[in-house]
């Protein structure tokens, strides 16, 4: 419960503070600028004279499948967040991705101690109340360094008292509690030395490295929990009943052809009754079986021209026998 006080407590200043922390050159994303960095220099000297030490020396005295064997075996813990926030964003399917993990990891991993789901094809999920307000339309606010936890938002503070205050170890006795949530922080941390590293010989400024950093990767994160999957095209197969091709819209500006192998379509047309197109002959097929008489009047219309033209010669034949 102090964990959560102190997050509320920081979030609530910080919110206070932001209307009259404002300048002309300061990122609009980061008006508690002169704070933050005040408590990011706080939590950096506690880094480097405390946690870095212990995790370093974690390292060193403990073996690598040790190391791994409790890292899986928080991750699993936090697997029950995520299918909670994952319930509440309605992403099913995540949701039962992450109960499946859970349940693997837990009997078939030996509590979460050794890595199933992964290889077996379940992805990890990474979840936290911040982003499920963010599904449901909360901006994230003003960037705030909180004391110990780090980086964050005005949003992601209070999603991680949220998160904090239902957090599983919270319901065990605190003679076991307190000690778990020490060795998660040391296996935690642990983890991140590389990083560490990484960002004092990378960032001119670690501070804007961590701050740009973090509000990209959030933004990344919420991108994709207000994002809805695309919709896609369906396709019918050709063999499926009531799916006939002939149904289908025609498009502009270009002709239409049927497939003479087809028994029928929508309208059981067939190649031999189907609607002459105008200006053009028609002539039928001498081998076809079932010759339509539907097609005669059009090639009625188009023999008539033919039958004047052939009488028209008798006409001036007679002619000629007159005058001799």
């Avoid at 509000?215 to 990344?220: A, D, F, G, H, V």
């Avoid at 001498?286 to 008798?314: E, F, L, T, V, Y």
Wanted: with cysteine.
């Amino acid at each position: 419960m102090n964990k959560v006080r102190i997050i509320a407590a920081t979030v609530a200043a910080s919110a206070a503070l932001t209307g009259c922390a404002t300048g002309p050159n300061r990122n609009p994303n980061d008006p508690l600028e002169p704070m933050n960095r005040a408590m990011y220099k706080f939590n950096d000297t506690v880094d480097t004279n405390i946690a870095q030490p212990i995790a370093k020396g974690y390292q060193k005295v403990t073996p690598t499948p040790v190391r791994t064997a409790i890292s899986n075996f928080f991750s699993n813990l936090g697997d029950l967040g995520n299918i909670a926030n994952n319930l509440l964003q309605l992403r099913i399917t995540d949701a039962t991705e992450d109960l499946m993990r859970v349940a693997m990891n837990s009997v078939f991993g030996v509590a979460g101690l050794i890595d199933i789901a992964t290889p077996a094809g379940l992805p990890k999920h990474h979840q936290d109340f911040g982003l499920t307000m963010a599904r449901w339309g909360m901006p994230s606010g003003p960037y705030l360094v909180l004391p110990v936890f780090g980086p964050s938002t005005i949003r992601d503070g209070v999603g991680r008292a949220v998160d904090v205050r239902f957090n599983l170890l919270n319901y065990i006795e605190p003679a076991a509690r307190n000690p778990m949530y020490i060795a998660q922080f040391i296996s935690a941390r642990s983890d991140l030395l590389g990083a560490t590293d990484l960002l004092k010989q990378a960032a001119l400024d670690p501070y804007s490295f961590v701050r740009d950093a973090y509000l990209q990767q959030r933004k990344s994160l919420t991108y994709r929990s207000q994002s809805s999957s695309a919709a896609l095209p369906t396709y019918n197969e050709p063999g499926e009943s009531g799916a006939a091709p002939a149904t289908t819209p025609a498009v502009p500006g270009l002709p239409n052809y049927e497939d003479p192998g087809e028994s029928g379509g929508a309208s059981g047309a067939t190649p031999n009754n189907a609607p002459a197109a105008p200006g053009l002959p028609q002539y039928d097929d001498p081998g076809a079986d079932n010759a339509m008489p539907a097609s005669a009047p059009a090639a009625a219309s188009a023999a008539a021209p033919a039958a004047a033209s052939a009488a028209a010669p008798a006409t001036p034949a007679s002619g000629p026998a007159v005058q001799k």
